[in-house]
């Protein structure tokens, strides 16, 4: 039954769409103010509550009794009594006697009287006043317990005054302190009338205190047994932290002369503030899958509480692209060191800055780790280093599998059967005795890595042996596949304070890993009785483990009953707690940094309001939806299923008043070529031949949720699609109503033609101008003409976790349909910075880093700032770094939208990658100020063909190319040059369908792809320049002259995506002709193109030509690297010169006067999520398959390629290792001074059978080992795979090329290296630095980049 259905069946009158936050806000600035609900028909005239005696209207007429016979005789007064207040007195062991409120109760006998709560205002009713105050006067022993009205009337009755509320405290999130002991707690309140403390006679005090607007929340008597609270400690629908004020009025029964402060509960004494003066925080390195760009967010928050409290900050982190990383700002770290964060380095840099403590929460996995292995060693101890928040012993107990359900056992707690193993027989023999299917969890490991689901033996051998390769215990546990799976973000200060900031519910059940599923905030399907009983689970639990700070804990709960499990804690801030804290505003690592302080909540000011505190639990008028970004189409081996082991590489957060609204706009958000909720696959891909719908449902995959589209336009039943997918039907039901309307849409051959109540609900259900077009066969252009024609636009309202209650002091903001006015004005005229969107392959932090660049460059020069982003894992989406932050779409609807509400004088799109980049065309054609390089030349450049005919018209060099109208054309071409060749799509980012071709069969299917991705304009095919080095420009000109400058070289030679090359800074092999060649084609390119603002260029270089591969007019992602490397910030020139603002041209890096470092190099290298990509090939190709970067530095190239290489995961093999090796034949005899160096550094080598042979005969002892699946020649060889297995391997170097023999052999050595955590090198140009480089690995020191750049400027 419906909603809607079962009001019909009750006769209950009910209101849609409505504005409540409107509402709000209109009662909040007028204080009282008198409302009326009527039908047409039936008018009624106002009246005022306040006048009548509301008490009298619901209170009973006659005494009733409960729990007859029970020990403790209580008289309670009803004033509108709630029957859990009843219930709780009765489980007491109280007899009740109810009387009404005019009961003349002063000459009773009784244990104890309890007033209850009631309605209005507390002076309609001045017989019971003058009754409790007959009893007061009287002196006598038994206790008074009042709650709610009980409060004010006891209060007025001792002799204070009330008076009423400006808009009353009500809901169920109202913060309140205990002031006799300090601890806060969170209740159910429903008031509008308050107790004025300062008329309270002697002897009575105050005992709450509201956290938020500083009213009375209760009071007792300090010799005699009278307390009250104006909250709900019984709140059935309401949090429950306050059930102890029954008990406290039960032991003043059973103990009269007891002292109030002897019968409330007590927590321990908090532990003083910390006194520290100097603070080391850990970072978690370069993104990779399941450690992405969150802990940037966390840890930049961290570090700007650590320094608003007066600490010396000491920065570890190799991410160059992130913005916690800068060396400059208020918000930055006073040192920071690119280092590997590794208990070695950073036990080096603990003796060499000596820090009081240390952070491990904002670090992720790596950080916690690594903080483990410390304390193990005895480090922190050596050097007196105190762990700042939840304390190490405790971080062991969350993440040991065996431990942490032993403490859960402690309290009684749920946790599915399960044992903890160390091998892979005990596996075998636990799964059999849970019985099958299992789910097996691998201790400290981040994003499910090493889990899965098992539902054969087969399965459990093959999982646990590959997770045992990265940890010495995984716990076999029960499958509760289709459960729900619920998540709660939980802060805990010292003193015992907690709260729950955000709860969220995966659409997925339980099986898909929560960064893989779909997420709403706040959970949409769980009764009240699941969430609070949840609530208090968590709290119990992280009270339990002491947790001091941040955790995240997950549950799965049974859809059909109470029952539920834990699934895991998270000590520390995570990828949830990044989501949660933008979903809410309430910022969670900058909290939790300062209750690691042991800086209490109460006393932590709530940021978005500035006057309320930050111990409360936000309120959210609105609907959050995360949805990941998956890259898995570029690896072709590698499954599309998802499953508990996370693979997505970022996540989208959209915000709306509906859960359609909400939904269809994430969907928008993960790519540009989806729409909403449709059937259509992303990047114009095709179902398949044999696509199996049904399938398709029941395994969860990256495109289930399109899946689900289609099987509602095939006339699948919820029910059916239910049974298939477990998916709780309350969205089901959502989902087909979007579809519905979508069929209603469909009928109207003409968008103008719509009428306003179905454009307007199309518009509240989420559904974009373009997607309205496409279903009425119009553009999208008509589509906005028509509604922009009818005034349906879109209304601008802010987070501010307080549901409008309290008004914002930040602006946070987002566009809904469902609503009727703004919560702002638009004077600000700002400039717009649109941001990243989600990070994938190709587009991550780099372009944060870009974006918070230019934001803080435009406010140091007093500009306004409105950003767009929508990804939660960004710097950029932080309240305070902008003047105005939409969380929406970066679609060209919704910036015009933006644009023209806040009639912004110019958008900067240069700074975000090429989501934005691709908007400047469109967003030109619309009448937007773009600023920079003008539109008309970004859409030439992104255009291969325009772009390389252009190139050809100025003379500057570049491969044989042609544009593609066919595949005939492309083979006449690759006739002509030969092969290889390269094809190239335009208007895409990181090499997307961007493939070498060495054949005819390849170039069939790869230009498949290519047109696919870019199916409105012409592919371009070009000759492929093997043996060619690749250098970068990264510039910014100004006018057409360049004005700043950083030149980069790749290790690897061409062939190899710019983004998973190794890039060094300076160039180490170009001569200086080369140099002044590539900046003359430099000057020649940004006078063609009238550059004004940031570009990238890529060159080809050989001994006797220079060409150009490609041409970016925006910030590239090695821009922060190389900004950070010369200590010029390209971003900050680059936003000045596309503003107008004067340039100090003596202090830039011109062509003329490069700032190229002279005293170190910097090297950037490549961060791989291999291990997550199932089955996927490890050769690098022209598409980018590397998820981060890391960058480090020395006053050499090996010793800063090693400290790279380590951070970026790379573990060195130790000295006397085994290397094996296996090299296509032309390599040999470039590989062979390479073998010898190794050999003679005392490596063990061995190789397969070709090259064993060729190294032997030059002698260089080699082992032979076999194949792993072809017929081996030699016998009695170890077989390849199986010695890796072994871990008897502790570097593989496999360089095969497009001639390779063994392919399939190849391919198996290089998995097997991922799948057993071996270091593994498929580039020649790579092994042979690695092997120079390993000659100096005695010579890495802890400097980093700070130091050199200080000693510079001495």
Partial sequence: MSLSDWLKQEGVPALHGIDTRMITKYVRDRSEVLGKIEFDDQPIELESPNSRNLIGECSITEPQLFGKGNTHRVLAVDCGTKHSIIRNLVQRDCEVKLVPWNYDFTQEEFDGLFISNGPGDPLTVPELIQNVKTVIDQGRKQPIFGICMGNQITALAAGAKSYKLPMGNRGHNQPVRNLLNGQAFITSQNHGYAIDDTTLPEGFHPLFVNCNDGTNEGIFHESRPIVTAQFHPEANGGPTDTMFMFDTFKSMMESPNCSIKASIPNPAVAPAKLKLNKVLMLGSGGLSIGQAGEFDYSGSQAVKALKEEGLKTVLMNPNIASVQTNAVGDKQADTVYFLPVTAQFVEEVIAKERPDGIVLSMGGQTALNVGVELHKKGIL?????????????????????????????????????????????????????????????AAYCLGGLGSGLCETEEQLVDLCTKAFQMTNQVLIEKSLKGWKEVEYEVVRDCADNCV???????????????????????????????????????????????????????YALDPVSLDYCIIEINARLSRSSALASKATGYPLAFIAAKLGLNIQ?????????????????????????????????????????????????????????????????????????????????PAGKSYPSDYDLEEALRIPSNTRIHAICKAFNDGYSVDRIHELTNIDKWFLHKLQYIVEHGDELQKCSDVSALSVETLKTAKSLGFSDKQIGNLCGSSEADSRSARLGKGIVPWVKQIDTMAAEYPAMTNYLYCTYNGAEHDLTFDDNGTMVLGCGPYHIGSSVEFDWCAVSAIRTLREMGKKTIVVNHNPETVSTDFDECDRLYFDELSLERVLDIYQLENSTGVIISVGGQIPNNLALPLHNNGVNVLGTSPLDIDAAESRARFSAILDDIGVGQAPWRSLTSLDDALDFAASVGYPCLLRPSFVLSGSAMNVVYDPEEMKAFLKAATELSQEHPVVITKFVEGAREVEMDAVARNGVVVAHAVSEHVENAGVHSGDATLIMPAQTLTNQQVDKIYEITRKIASRFSISGPLNMQFLVTDDNIMVIELNLRASRTCPFVSKTIGTDLVKVATKVMVGAELDLKELPTLETP?????????????????????????????????????????????????SLISAGFKLPPKGGNIMIGIQQS????????????????????????????????????????????????????????????????????????????????????????????????????????????????????????????????
């Avoid at 040991?400 to 009684?412: G, M, P, Q, T, V």
């Avoid at 059940?509 to 969430?531: C, F, K, M, R, W």
């Avoid at 970022?650 to 969907?667: N, P, T």
């Fill in 381 to 441: 101890d050596k050097y007196n280093v105190k762990v700042l928040g939840t304390q190490v012993d405790m971080i062991m107990a969350t993440e040991d599998r065996e431990i942490f359900a032993s403490r859960l056992k402690e309290i009684n707690e749920k946790l599915a059967p399960s044992i903890a193993v160390e091998n892979v027989p005990d596996a075998v023999k636990a799964a059999r005795e849970i019985k099958y299917p299992v789910m097996v969890r």
């Fill in 500 to 554: 729950t900031v955000c709860n969220m519910e995966n659409f997925d059940p339980l099986g898909v890993h929560t960064g893989d599923s779909i997420v709403v905030a706040p959970s949409q399907t769980l009764s009240n009785q699941e969430y609070h009983m949840l609530r208090e689970t968590a709290i119990k639990v992280v009270r339990h483990f002491s947790i001091v700070g941040e955790c995240n804990i997950q």
């Fill in 1155 to 1203: 700032h190229n470092p002279v005293d170190y190099v910097g090297i950037k290298a490549p961060m791989f999520s291999w291990p997550r990509l199932r089955d996927a090939d490890p050769l690098l190709r022209c598409e980018m398959s590397s998820t981060g970067e890391v960058a480090c530095f020395a006053p050499d190239v090996h010793t800063a390629f090693l400290k």
């Fill in 601 to 681: 909540l109460p006393e932590i000011t709530n940021m978005t309001t500035g006057k309320t505190t930050a111990c409360f639990e936000p309120s959210l008028d609105y609907i959050v939806t995360k949805i990941p970004r998956w890259d898995l189409d570029r690896f072709f081996r590698t499954p599309k299923e998802i499953g508990s082991a996370m693979k997505s590489v970022g996540e989208v957060m959209a915000i709306g008043r509906s859960f359609e609204e909400s939904l269809q706009k994430a969907l928008r958000m993960t790519h540009p070529s989806i729409s909403g909720f449709t059937q259509s696959l």
């Fill in 1227 to 1354: 390599f040999q005899p470039a590989f062979l001074p390479t073998a010898k160096k190794l050999h003679d550094l005392g490596y063990k080598l061995c190789a397969t059978e070709a090259t064993a042979e060729y190294l032997n005969k030059h002698n260089i002892p080699a082992d032979i080992v076999g194949w792993p699946a072809s017929d081996n020649t030699c016998e009695n060889v170890g077989i390849a795979t199986k010695l890796i297995q072994e871990k008897a391997i502790d570097l593989v170097i496999n360089l095969p090329n497009n001639n390779t023999k063994y392919v399939q052999d190849n391919y198996m050595i290089r998995r097997m290296s991922i799948d057993s955590q071996t270091p593994l090198v498929t580039n020649f140009q790579i092994a042979k630095l690695l092997t120079e480089s390993l000659a100096k690995e005695d010579q890495m020191r802890p400097d980093s980049l700070f130091h050199y750049q200080k000693r510079a400027t001495v």
